[in-house]
């Protein structure tokens, strides 16, 4: 199974990078992305559905990624939600877990560990 996700980052290039990379190592497909907050939030109200998960920087364009992760606390026991940034002080990963983040990556030094959890998204049915 291929994991569908959504992707919330507000640098293009970043962006265009992980959608290869989550593509290509990860086997997951970004079916949408946003750069703020309310994109973000306003795209998760309206499908339900249509994600098994969602990776969402902290510093977005306009608001922030913790308020990307509180919209996602009413998703289905399938669906996660992980926080992918470069500020990954425990702090952050506490509030991030607070608020319902599954899990969270460091962007710069983790990316080994996202694919892992990809992974485990896929196989989880199994």
């Known amino acids: ?9 507000d640098s293009a290039l970043i962006r265009d ?7 290509d190592v990860a086997d997951a497909d970004v079916v949408a992305c946003a750069s703020t907050e309310e994109e973000a939030v306003h795209w998760l109200d309206t499908h339900h559905d249509d994600w098994d998960l969602t990776i969402v920087d902290l510093f977005l364009e306009r608001g922030n ?12 026991a399938r669906q996660k939600v992980v926080v992918l940034s470069n500020y990954a002080t425990p702090d ?3 509030r991030s877990a607070q608020l ?3 899990a969270f990556f460091d ?8 694919v892992a959890y990809c992974d485990s998204l896929r196989h989880a049915g199994d």
């Not at 990078?17 to 593509?23: A, C, E, I, S």
């Not at 990624?65 to 289905?76: I, K, P, S, T």
């Not at 962007?107 to 996202?114: P, R």
Request: net charge positive; aromatic share 4%.
């Open 92 to 94: 952050m990963r506490r």
């Open 107 to 114: 962007k710069s030094a983790e990316l080994d560990q996202l």
């Open 17 to 23: 990078n992980l959608v290869g990379f989550l593509h």
């Open 65 to 76: 990624g913790l308020g990307v992760v509180r919209a996602c606390r009413n998703r289905r």
């Open 100 to 102: 319902g983040a599954d």
């Open 1 to 9: 199974m291929t994991v569908k996700a959504y992707l919330v980052e």
